[in-house]
């Protein structure tokens, strides 16, 4: 999500820039001059407004968000949290250390989720609710995210992400397995479709949500301006920030604090997004390092895939939002056409962060699309798989199992 990216960073120097001004402010009330009235006597030319100007910017500055929250967004029927389950932490076929958390029966057809850029395995929490009664859900941070940690020497890039993808894959019990992937989780699934081909035989399906197909920049609003500044200010940008990393997190914690970092995420949402969900989300992007996130917005901006759906074996939902500003329309428009088998799902007044702000919707076609491809699932639920009691201890065979042949 290098435009979020982007755009967090311009509001978090906003919110400094307020942060500065109230302490300028205070200052200058504190230290104002002194002056000689008509009878001698010496006073402080202290000037109120100065004062209630910047206690007023101060208080902003670290209790915006709770202002800004019920502004911005509708009231939660259904509250998005942070939140984890168990989980456990298993080797990558990359050597990277991986959060994997799994819910449902153990005997149920895989769905296994992969999450967009800045965010974590919480974000697929609703579909965790709606879907674990019929499939085996499984959700993963990506390495140097969440509870995941990147390998020692090693990269940010899809090729790598796309390998500890196939790991996972290898090591999950049961028949073929459901991918589905939000924003780079989609990148990656398509790099793994083209990296590891031979992997589609433990692929019953792919669903690719809100994703493109090629360089972000050249598929989001504004693509030309954006591509024109890429070279010259984006990735410069993007290194600086990666190398003044201790100061962009707590400038990206003072803009959380004063509310600005959830109106740079709000861009993200279309018509229906709630409190909590914006809150979930711009969570997630303070929490998580951002080193990392620079370095995976670069990895994003030298990445391309086009043409490797056309590969791809098994059938293919893609699913856009109307209002995706991020990865648009187009972009899922030409994903389902390189492929006979690909069939395209618009969801009306979202944005990029679609399966969060619809997950009804999302889950629901998610759900459709597993039953339709996994013909043992309908026979699964009749013999009372739903009712079955998940056993988290079937989930995942040893670690040796996630390496073969997979690191790059």
Known sequence: MALLSILRLLTSLLSLAVLVTSGYLLWSWYDAPWLLDAQGDIYRAREAWRLWTGLGLLAWSFL?????????????????????????VTPGATGAELYVETHGPA?????LFTHGWGMDSTFWNYAKQDLSDRFRVIAWDLPGLGKSRL??????????FAADLGGLLRATPGGPVVLVGHSIGGMTIQTLVRDHPELLNRVAGVVLLNT???????????????????K????????????LHLLVWLSAWQSYLSGSAHMANRLGFGDFVTASQLEHVTLLVTRNPPSVQMKGNLAMLNWDATGALARC????????????IITKLEASGVMSGENPRAQLKVVEDVNHLGPMERADLYNDMIAEFALSVQPSATRDLGAGVRAAAPDASQAWPEPADLRPGLAH
């Not at 967004?73 to 984890?84: E, F, G, L, N, Q």
């Not at 493109?212 to 890429?230: D, E, I, W």
């Not at 010259?232 to 190398?243: F, S, T």
């Not at 074996?313 to 995706?324: A, H």
């Open 107 to 111: 005997g149920a057809p895989a769905i």
């Open 64 to 88: 915006g968000r709770f202002l800004v929250l019920p502004l911005l967004t509708h009231r939660d029927t259904r509250p998005s949290r942070a939140v984890r389950s168990d989980g456990k």
């Open 313 to 324: 074996t098994v059938p293919i939902l893609v699913i856009g939002g109307d209002k995706d």
């Open 212 to 230: 493109t197909y090629t360089n972000p920049l050249k598929t989001m609003v504004f693509s030309g301006l954006l591509r024109a500044l890429q």
């Open 151 to 160: 390998a020692a020497n090693r990269q940010v890039c899809l090729p790598d």
């Open 232 to 243: 010259p200010v984006l990735e410069p940008a993007m290194h600086l920030a990666k190398w």
